[in-house]
């Protein structure tokens, strides 16, 4: 059992919340696992020039190019992103687009595993877990446990957010705050965040163990992508 954790913030890895909430579930599996920081790589979006259709690898030539493998091998996934503008921040998504390269010909190289998905937020992390979950949902991956924390605004260390009106500390605490080192958000001081990652770490481990049925997990989140589309093509109708 192998799984592959993600962290999709660009700050380095000491300083963001991501990475130590994904490093949190990966240890809690106590099993395999690769953790990958996004830190510093350059992943696109994908450019949909159809490079991918025969054979189902991505003909970009960046840093996802190695990370190919990786994603192939794993039966499991963490995958973390940071909250930006109430969604999940850009480089995240240009990884999750660029699975585009597994789904033609009904490429069912990643269908049925299994995956958690973590947000940080410099309020809430629950968005791009979200977002996250939707990503899974289109490779037929199940959501086993979805945790979301609050990190480390930079409004906190940016020298303005003392006074910076629209800044996330005067949001939180209130116009003129003294900021103070032990007011700064971080995912290892909310012992709720730490257990529900804890706990997703434990759940992900348990159900790999057991010996997941993928294509039955193949069928139930096929099913939950036919609701969607209904309610989807419901709403078409409506609007022609
Ligand atoms: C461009 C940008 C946009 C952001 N937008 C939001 C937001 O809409 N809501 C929020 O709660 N935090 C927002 N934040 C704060 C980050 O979510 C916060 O700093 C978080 O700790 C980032 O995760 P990290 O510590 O793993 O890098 C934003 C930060 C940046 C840089």
């Keep these: 059992m192998k799984i592959?954790?993600?962290?999709?913030?660009?700050?380095?890895?000491?300083?963001?919340?991501?990475?130590?909430?994904?490093?949190?579930?990966?240890?809690?599996?106590?099993?395999?696992?690769?953790?990958?920081?996004?830190?510093?790589?350059?992943?696109?979006?994908?450019?949909?020039?159809?490079?991918?259709?025969?054979?189902?690898?991505?003909?970009?030539?960046?840093?996802?190019?190695?990370?190919?493998?990786?994603?192939?091998?794993?039966?499991?996934?963490?995958?973390?992103?940071p909250n930006y503008y109430s969604t999940l921040n850009a480089k995240t998504h240009a990884f999750l687009e660029r699975f585009f390269q597994f789904r033609h010909q009904e490429g069912n190289t990643l269908w049925g595993k299994l995956g958690v998905a973590v947000g940080v937020g410099g309020t809430i992390g629950n968005f791009p877990a979200d977002d996250i979950e939707k990503f899974y949902d289109y490779n037929f991956i199940e959501t086993v446990a979805k945790v979301g924390g609050q990190g480390a605004a930079s409004c906190f260390s940016c020298g303005y957010g003392e006074t910076c009106r629209v800044g996330i500390s005067n949001l939180l605490l209130g116009e003129g705050v003294k900021i103070t080192p032990d007011m700064i958000p971080d995912v290892a001081k909310q012992p709720d965040v730490m257990k529900a990652a804890e706990e997703a770490g434990k759940t992900l481990a348990a159900r790999l163990t057991a010996g997941h049925d993928r294509e039955k997990i193949t069928a139930d989140v096929q099913a939950k992508m036919d609701v969607r589309k209904a309610e989807m093509m419901k709403k078409l109708q409506h609007s022609v």
Excluded at 10 to 25: E, F, I, N, S
């Design 4 to 81: 592959l954790g993600i962290s999709g913030s660009p700050r380095k890895d000491d300083r963001t919340g991501t990475y130590k909430l994904v490093r949190t579930v990966l240890e809690a599996t106590a099993l395999d696992y690769d953790l990958v920081s996004l830190q510093g790589k350059r992943i696109d979006g994908c450019i949909a020039c159809l490079g991918c259709v025969n054979d189902n690898i991505c003909k970009v030539k960046d840093d996802m190019t190695d990370l190919r493998d990786k994603i192939v091998e794993a039966d499991g996934y963490v995958i973390g992103a």
